[in-house]
T-cell receptor
Framework: AQSVTQLDSQVPVFEEAPVELRCNYSSSVSVYLFWYVQYPNQGLQLLLKYLSGSTLVKGINGFEAEFNKSQTSFHLRKPSVHISDTAEYFCAVSSRGTGNTGKLIFGQGTTLQVKP | NAGVTQTPKFQVLKTGQSMTLQCAQDMNHEYMSWYRQDPGMGLRLIHYSVGAGITDQGEVPNGYNVSRSTTEDFPLRLLSAAPSQTSVYFC?????????????FGEGSRLTVL
């Protein structure tokens, strides 16, 4: 079985400051990792994904995340946030390749609140 | 190209009533799924389908039925609604989920059960 833990339910930050949203996962098989963003009253959209290769992945809107297999983490970072980044962010995991169970498992979500 | 379309966007039911949440996609995606979103609990998988005629249970399937008679449609049925089913429901689809795990989401259906 797989699980995802987002370590912070809310992260307040001032505009133009850096931010890190933390995500740890648990899985007995190799995984794909994702970050999705949900703006108010909207569906989810993909921010970035780790499938294979370089452990540092870049996504839309200046976000990046680093896959750390030894620490089973996939933290999301942005060097300078904007008011428009205020949203809820979800970390998610699915099992890789032939071990895929057909399920994408989400964390509980982190609300990023960017203050002027 | 409309993507993933969910109807209705809002619905209020009384306990014991039945209803169907509709989901349609026009991207020829084999994989489709239903999630519910509740505060502090993230998104939880209800049911999913890897192709027409094939469905399987997710994390929280009780109280919900699904069928997949066509590639495009994946309706979610509540046979006897309960207040615990008050939630926001999202349909999601993927062309290559088994290879990449990436999903495309609809805009959600907000259901209130009184």
């Amino acid at each position: 079985a797989q699980s995802v833990t987002q370590l912070d339910s809310q992260v307040p930050v001032f505009e133009e400051a850096p931010v890190e949203l933390r995500c740890n996962y648990s899985s007995s098989v190799s995984v794909y990792l994702f970050w999705y963003v949900q703006y108010p009253n909207q569906g989810l959209q993909l921010l970035l994904k780790y499938l294979s290769g370089s452990t540092l992945v870049k996504g839309i809107n200046g976000f990046e995340a680093e896959f750390n297999k030894s620490q089973t983490s996939f933290h999301l970072r942005k060097p300078s946030v904007h008011i428009s980044d205020t949203a809820e962010y979800f970390c998610a995991v699915s099992s890789r390749g032939t071990g895929n169970t057909g399920k994408l498992i989400f964390g509980q979500g982190t609300t990023l609140q960017v203050k002027p | 190209n409309a993507g993933v379309t969910q109807t209705p966007k809002f619905q209020v039911l009384k306990t014991g009533q039945s209803m169907t949440l509709q989901c349609a996609q026009d991207m020829n995606h084999e994989y489709m799924s239903w999630y519910r979103q509740d505060p502090g609990m993230g998104l939880r998988l209800i049911h999913y389908s890897v192709g027409a005629g094939i469905t399987d249970q997710g994390e929280v399937p009780n109280g919900y039925n699904v069928s997949r008679s066509t590639t495009e449609d994946f309706p979610l049925r509540l046979l006897s609604a309960a207040p615990s089913q008050t939630s926001v429901y999202f349909c999601a689809s993927s062309y290559s989920f088994l290879n990449t795990g990436e999903l495309f989401f609809g805009e959600g259906s907000r259901l209130t059960v009184l």
